[in-house]
């Protein structure tokens, strides 16, 4: 089935820093990826969409300069966490979709997750 | 502005009993997708719901979908504890999510 890899699992990092966090789809064209960012105990919220050589697109309240994404190639989608502070500790989780869906998924395949935390 | 709205959002449960989880959404979608989260982990995908009056089964588990009402169930028979995890259901574009039920089996 279709396989997204998320990196890093977990990554803790000094306040002010930035921290790059890659999503890519293994076995298949996304031309489009999803951001989301979980707080514990909540909901996934969507970030921002990305589409394969445009730029994104952002939802209401989420910072784009802060949140930098890039969606260069269509197995690769990063999300870039600049000066990084604690308020940004959350789990993300990328989801790619598919050219075309194939099975019951019908395109969306998630990643494993990042936990970041910001120390 | 689409609302995904689930209900209930915490639910106890003994094994062995049923129940179901509501799941609302504001506008027309064609699709329905509910997922599976357990503690620390990432979405597991239980079921796509792509047209009115699907019904979907696996194990314990089944959901439906009425586009008229915009509701979706998922129906929880004979609980065990390995179905203790949050439940999201989510409804496109970019699946908008709804809060999650977060689900306890007990003995």
């Known amino acids: 089935g279709a396989v997204v890899s998320q990196h890093p699992s977990r990554v803790i990092c000094k306040s002010g820093t930035s921290v790059k966090i890659e999503c890519r789809s293994l076995?298949?064209?996304?031309?489009?990826m999803f951001w989301y960012r979980q707080f514990p105990k909540q909901s996934l919220m969507l970030m921002a969409t990305?589409?394969?050589?445009?730029?994104?697109?952002?939802e209401q309240g989420v910072e784009k300069d802060k949140f930098l994404i890039n969606h260069a190639s269509l197995t690769l989608s990063t999300l870039t966490v600049t000066s990084a502070h604690p308020e940004d500790s959350s789990f993300y989780i990328c989801?790619?979709?598919?050219?075309?869906?194939?099975?019951?998924?019908?395109?969306?395949?998630f990643g494993s997750g990042t936990r970041l935390t910001v120390v | 502005e689409l609302k995904v709205e689930q209900n209930p959002l915490f639910l106890s449960m003994q094994e062995g009993k049923n129940y179901t989880i509501y799941c609302n959404y504001s506008?027309?979608?064609?699709?329905l997708y509910w997922y599976r989260q357990d503690p620390g982990k990432s979405l597991e995908s239980l079921f796509v719901?792509?047209?009115?009056?699907a019904v979907k089964q696996e194990g314990r588990l089944m959901a439906s979908l009425d586009t008229k009402a915009r509701l979706s169930t998922l129906h929880i028979t004979a609980a065990v504890h390995d179905l203790s995890a949050t439940y999201f259901c989510?409804?496109?574009?970019?699946?908008?999510f709804g809060k999650g039920t977060s689900l306890l089996v007990t003995p």
């Open positions: 076995d298949f064209q996304a031309t489009t």
């Open positions: 989510a409804v496109e574009d970019a699946l908008n």
């Open positions: 989801s790619a979709r598919e050219l075309q869906g194939r099975g019951d998924n019908y395109g969306y395949t």
């Open positions: 506008t027309t979608s064609d699709r």
């Open positions: 990305s589409n394969e050589g445009s730029k994104a697109t952002y």
């Open positions: 719901l792509l047209s009115n009056g």
